[in-house]
């Protein structure tokens, strides 16, 4: 399973950031699924992985904070299939999907102020609702 992951646009994770676990899926298959380890469990060394920027590792942590571990790895799992190769390429194309939407940096906000129209819009609505509410109210009594 020692193959690098090639990121569409971008880099290529070496094998040794990727380790895989096999284990025994659950879910339907009958007697099939007792004797073979289908479910495919990958760990990816992100803090060790130096084709990644620091900023790339940033923005995969903050998108994806439910698969990161406490020393920093990301774990994908995989049971999808009943076939052990199907569920390796999932895991694999997941993460590299993860990589590849982390590769756009994010957009900066450009600040802007409402339109000179729309402040009054908003002023003339809002006293509009003033008076509205102020209908509602039982006339003051001279007493």
Same mark, same amino acid.
């Given at each position: 399973?020692? @193959?690098? #992951?090639?990121?569409? =646009? =971008?880099?290529?994770?070496?094998?040794?950031?990727?380790?895989?676990?096999?284990?025994?899926? =659950?879910?339907?298959?009958?007697?099939? +699924?007792?004797?073979?380890?289908?479910? +495919?469990?990958?760990?990816?060394? &992100?803090?060790?992985?130096? $084709?990644?920027?620091?900023?790339?590792?940033?923005?995969?942590?903050?998108?994806?904070?439910?698969? #990161?571990?406490? @020393?920093?790895?990301?774990?994908?799992?995989?049971?999808?299939?009943?076939?052990?190769?199907?569920?390796?390429?999932? +895991?694999?194309?997941?993460?590299?999907?993860?990589?590849?939407?982390? &590769?756009?940096?994010?957009?900066?906000?450009?600040?802007?102020?409402?339109?000179?129209?729309?402040?009054?819009?908003? #002023?003339?609505?809002?006293?509009?609702? =003033?008076? $509205? /509410?102020?209908?509602? /109210?039982?006339? /003051?009594? @001279?007493?």
């Amino acid at each position: 399973m020692g @193959e690098p #992951l090639p990121i569409e =646009g =971008g880099p290529i994770i070496p094998a040794e950031d990727l380790s895989y676990e096999f284990s025994r899926s =659950g879910g339907p298959g009958g007697q099939h +699924v007792n004797t073979t380890d289908t479910r +495919v469990r990958l760990r990816f060394a &992100l803090a060790t992985c130096s $084709v990644l920027s620091d900023d790339l590792k940033a923005r995969l942590r903050a998108s994806h904070p439910a698969w #990161l571990t406490a @020393e920093g790895d990301i774990i994908l799992t995989s049971d999808r299939s009943r076939s052990r190769h199907q569920n390796l390429e999932d +895991v694999r194309a997941r993460l590299a999907e993860a990589i590849r939407a982390a &590769l756009i940096p994010p957009k900066k906000r450009q600040r802007t102020r409402p339109s000179r129209a729309s402040r009054r819009r908003r #002023l003339a609505d809002k006293k509009r609702r =003033g008076t $509205v /509410k102020a209908g509602r /109210k039982p006339p /003051k009594s @001279e007493d």
